[in-house]
């Protein structure tokens, strides 16, 4: 019989890591907003796929059906954004939403990026960046619950690229990531480093 | 109040995106809180926490009707937080093995005593073994009763007893030298 002990050291050492972080409605919004964003892109089976990669019992035949699912895969769910664009995207997962069944191959390794920006008085808000060409109408962002922080997700490869935000026509730099050095085109833009997946 | 109502996550398994905003604002201090204690990293805890709560909303479908919430969430974010775990140990042995061994510079547990006491606790944490730092964490920090934390690991109850009781053990013997 293993007996717990738990004296006034453990107490007091178990009392020290309990100190909760503060709430932080922007993280919040970034992680719902990345959540819808990945349900959008991601096929059920391809979640399937991946699972069997990972069992011991995996092949060269599984491989193979891998491979060959994947061609599948790929060709419905570039069918399925295309789709998508056509129609009339309303939520944060716009960017993804419009990207053309052309790109869907070479954004394939594209990492989805949460962009949240509180700018309660705005009334027009996108986002603008290496990754879309600086194209002030490519990445609206949308409203979070109607009147809460603007929220966005674009598609970046993995590296460094410098984005900013057009706010009613001003572009303005995202508050809370560092400032871009080498701007060129007369404005304050941001730095994001995004990472392989 | 620890415990969201059980409400919320069968109105977010139903497709309500409301809940799921709650249940996000509900766990997320938490979850980070474990994160970071398992991980000794911020980056590596907010990129742990986002992923968890990115394949919850995923996997609402499979949460059963009957189930609790607590122990689904923090097996997620535990799986998660091993996974990084994984990652960053084949990342130090990249180093260990390249130009720089960075990590054997890196000043010993006892010198870098001396800053508050979280901080000290936190140092001697990273040094036990995951496992045992998992049940101590999900014990005596998140307050999970050892048939929860079982849900959670998947371990037995007095695997479960001796990975905590040897955390306590190896905690309180390396406390006890930092506070003489």
């Given at each position: ?36 964003t990945?349900?959008?892109t ?53 960017a993804v939403?419009?990207m ?7 954004a394939?390794?594209a990492v989805a990026v ?17 990754f879309n ?20 997700t674009v598609l970046a490869k ?40 | ?180």
């Amino acid at each position: 019989m293993i007996v717990e002990e738990r004296d006034e050291l453990i107490d007091r050492a178990a009392r020290a890591l309990a100190a909760l972080p503060p709430a932080d409605p922007l993280a919040v919004m970034q992680i719902v907003s990345l959540a819808r964003t990945r349900r959008g892109t991601r096929h059920p089976l391809a979640a399937r796929f991946a699972g069997w990669m990972r069992t011991p019992s995996f092949s060269l035949a599984s491989a193979t059906m891998f491979a060959a699912a994947t061609l599948v895969i790929g060709f419905v769910s570039g069918n399925a954004v295309e789709r998508a664009a056509s129609g009339s995207p309303a939520s944060a997962t716009r960017a993804v939403e419009l990207m053309p069944a052309a790109d869907v191959g070479a954004a394939a390794r594209a990492v989805a990026v949460p962009m949240v920006l509180d700018a309660r008085s705005a009334t027009t808000v996108s986002v603008v960046g290496d990754f879309n060409n600086w194209d002030a109408t490519a990445t609206p962002m949308q409203r979070f619950g109607g009147d809460g922080p603007w929220t966005a997700t674009v598609l970046a490869k993995p590296g460094r690229h410098v984005y900013a935000f057009m706010v009613d026509g001003v572009l303005t730099a995202d508050p809370r990531a560092p400032k871009a050095r080498d701007v060129d085109y007369g404005g304050e833009a941001s730095v994001l480093m995004v990472t392989k997946p | 109040m620890n415990e969201i109502d059980p409400a919320i996550p069968l109105r977010a398994r139903s497709g309500d995106e409301k809940a799921f905003i709650e249940i996000v604002e509900f766990y997320y201090p938490r979850c980070l809180r474990f994160a970071r204690n398992m991980l000794g990293n911020d980056q590596d805890a907010e990129e742990a926490v986002q992923d968890a709560f990115t394949r919850v909303y995923d996997s609402f479908p499979r949460f059963r009707e009957d189930a609790r919430f607590d122990p689904w969430l923090f097996r997620i974010l535990a799986n998660r937080c091993r996974t990084s775990m994984a990652r960053s140990r084949r990342h130090r042995q990249m180093i260990e093995y390249g130009e720089l061994p960075l990590m054997a510079v890196a000043a010993a547990p006892e010198e870098e005593f001396g800053a508050d006491w979280a901080e000290e606790v936190r140092v001697v944490l990273e040094t036990l073994p995951p496992e045992q730092r998992e049940a101590f964490l999900l014990r005596h920090v998140e307050d999970l009763s050892y048939e929860d934390i079982a849900a959670v690991t998947g371990a037995g109850l007095s695997a479960l007893r001796m990975r905590v009781k040897r955390a306590c053990d190896a905690l309180r013997a390396r406390l006890e030298k930092v506070e003489r």
